[in-house]
């Protein structure tokens, strides 16, 4: 069914729930409104109509890391997360070898060229990290920033949209410029940066937080007193964007409200920041690729290493909704932090992240318990 139109259903906009007419026509949304046209029908009643969810973070899932490399991981990522809500996402990777990031990076170019339209990009989350803060990343395959290595990456994928560095160490200023010259988003994290380095890197191009609060400083003692660290300046500075790990684990509920009250839904991404066992019903899998990664197991409802050191997220994007609607959060600011605010920090909004005349239809319904029943990606539908 290539044009259609969805009807009775309860259509999110950006500030506001209305009961409108939504019309595709080849992959495009060219109506909203209350009026009917003769094109075939989508019945949407008792659901909600929301703009497909944007995951700017996202390692895995389905049983599978994007580095393992292969289309047939790619198909089950984008299966796995579609189901609950995914029409947009960015493939990020974990600290690893060259070699099997250059691997990745050429069969994520040519899965692209074969014709897709739910991998947005890359974000490279290593390995410009600090190693002090690497977290679950591996320290072997942490290096300091260079413009040198990244342009070599670059080269070898014009995709990459977002790179994660700590922006205290040596070369992280001038590889900010570098990636800001070029459109992709420099974002800190993984770091022991104080809140005054972040205000000079706000000159160099950052202007986002990877996993807010996790794997940073907040409140650091500096010679024996207290300072204000990247949690702080997250907080402080209102011209920078952060994004949280909405799992209920990761951050407490009542962090979640705080940084809700200060940032609000149009400075604030929800991410899943999943990995390969996200979607699956599973007490094991691995953290990173089949190949090279770590065992991991699942508890608590998050994914750990075998020494029960917190190591990642089997969320998917459902849950961040359900989380949210425990701080009592109106339904479609909740839906903002996961498609506009997400188009816009990664400005694709021209195209994503909202109903709207001329966007692409990733469109997904659900009803008040948040279950996907439908997912629209670029028009072509599929029902659950």
């Given at each position: 069914m ?24 080849d ?11 003769d094109?075939p ?14 995951e ?20 089950a990522?984008?299966?796995a ?20 990031l250059?691997a ?15 991998l947005?990009?890359?974000h ?10 690497a ?9 300091l ?10 080269d ?15 070369g992280?200023?001038?590889l ?7 459109g992709?988003?420099?974002s800190v ?24 609060v ?7 003692k ?12 997250g ?51 691995n ?47 909740i ?15 021209d ?10 239809a ?14 629209i ?8």
């Open positions: 290539e044009n259609y139109e969805i009807i009775g259903g309860k259509v999110i906009l950006p500030d506001g729930i209305l009961p409108l007419n939504v019309r595709v026509e992959g495009i949304i060219t109506y909203i409104g209350p009026e009917r046209s094109l029908v989508v019945d949407a009643s008792g659901l909600y109509v929301s703009p497909g969810f944007i700017m973070h996202c390692h895995g899932g389905g049983g599978w890391d994007f580095l393992d490399g292969t289309a047939e991981a790619f198909d990522i984008k299966a997360h579609r189901r609950h809500g995914m029409t947009c996402i960015y493939a990020t990777t974990a600290a690893s070898s060259d070699e099997e250059y990745f990076l050429d069969a994520f170019n040519a899965y692209k060229a074969a014709g897709d339209s739910m947005e990009g890359i490279l989350e290593a390995p410009y990290l600090n190693p002090a803060m977290g679950a990343q591996d320290p072997a395959f942490i290096i920033p260079s413009i040198e290595h990244f342009a070599g990456l670059y070898a994928s014009p995709y990459i949209k977002r790179v994660t560095i700590a922006p205290e160490l040596p992280a200023f001038e900010g410029d570098y990636l800001d010259a070029r992709i988003l420099p994290g993984h770091t022991k940066t104080l809140m005054d380095t972040v205000g000079e890197a706000r000159q160099h191009g950052f202007r986002h937080f990877t996993h807010f996790s794997a940073m400083t907040a409140l650091p500096v010679d024996g007193l207290r300072a204000a660290g990247a949690f702080e300046a907080l402080f500075y209102d011209d920078m964007t952060v994004e949280v790990i909405a799992d209920g684990v990761h951050l407490p509920y009542g962090l979640l409200a705080l940084i809700y009250k200060i940032k609000g839904a149009d400075k604030i991404a929800l991410t899943t920041d999943a990995m390969s066992m996200a979607g699956l019903n599973v007490t094991q899998g953290l990173g690729s089949r190949k090279h990664g770590q065992p991991a197991i699942v508890e608590d409802n998050v994914a750990k290493l075998p020494n029960h050191t917190l190591a990642g997220s089997i969320a998917t994007a459902d849950r961040l909704v359900r989380t949210m609607q425990k701080l009592d959060i109106p339904l479609q600011e839906v903002r932090m996961l498609t506009l605010t997400t188009a816009r920090i990664m400005r694709i909004d195209r994503k992240g909202s109903l709207a005349i001329g966007k692409d990733d469109i997904i319904l659900f009803d008040e318990n948040i279950n996907v029943k439908t997912s990606v670029a028009g072509e539908i599929e029902s659950y």
